[in-house]
């Protein structure tokens, strides 16, 4: 089974302030890693795929890079809806699907 | 636009079995475009993939839970089930129903999700 393992657990930012989230496998996905966000009370809402690939619907100032066992997820300026936790997930070792630990990202 | 609806019981005893429904608007399991999961998410920790069902009827467990689990379509009904059976306490869950793009995700389409207890 992959282990997804992200960092920092709680990721303190102001609004307006860049945020940088990192999720590391411990084998290579290749590119076949998902971000997630979810809000208290929500389900999780698909930010990114395939790494880099933003969903429908997703703002430009989420971007996903990385590829192999390294990931990032960079917010380029927070706004007050993005506080929440987000989750990445590989589909390329499988079963079963794996996803990270979390991190919250609160209001500094 | 697709949406997915989670529908079942909120409290099941110990060693009995968990069931649970997820029905499926605006898009047709039958058209074979994608993968139906069930995930799930114990209070104030993450998520955990249980297993999907393709709308032929395969499917694919997580090898974690695989001797309790059975996943099921009704494609008539445009529904697909889960059941686990001999639950403990450490199944209590949010359990979400969602749509996978391919067969391990990613997940685009959640429901809202359903909170089970198992308590006696």
């Known amino acids: ?108 | 636009q697709v949406q997915l609806q989670e529908s079942g019981p909120g409290l099941v005893k110990p060693s009995q079995t968990l069931s649970l429904t997820c029905t499926v608007s605006g898009g047709s399991i039958s058209s074979g475009d994608y993968y139906w999961s069930w995930i799930r998410q114990p209070p104030g920790k993450g998520l955990e993939w249980i297993g999907y069902i393709y709308y032929s009827g395969s499917t694919y467990y997580n090898p974690s839970l695989k001797s309790r689990v059975t996943i099921s379509v009704d494609t008539s009904k445009n529904q697909f089930s889960l059941k686990l059976s001999s639950v403990t306490a450490a199944d209590t869950a949010v359990y979400y129903c969602a749509r996978g793009i391919a067969a391990a995700g990613p997940f685009d389409y959640w429901g809202q999700g359903t909170l089970v207890t198992v308590s006696s």
């Open chain 1, 1 to 108: 089974e992959i282990v997804m393992t992200q960092s920092p657990a709680t990721l303190s930012v102001s609004p307006g302030e860049r945020a940088t989230l990192s999720c590391r496998a411990s084998q290579s996905v290749s590119s076949n890693l998902a971000w997630y966000q979810q809000k208290p009370g929500q389900a999780p809402r698909l930010l990114i795929y395939g790494a880099s690939t933003r969903a429908t619907g997703i703002p430009a100032r989420f971007s996903g890079s990385g590829s192999g066992t390294e990931f990032t997820l960079t917010i380029s300026s927070l706004q007050s809806e993005d506080f929440a936790v987000y989750y990445c997930q590989q589909y390329n070792n499988w079963p079963p699907v794996t996803f990270g630990g979390g991190t919250k990202v609160e209001i500094k």
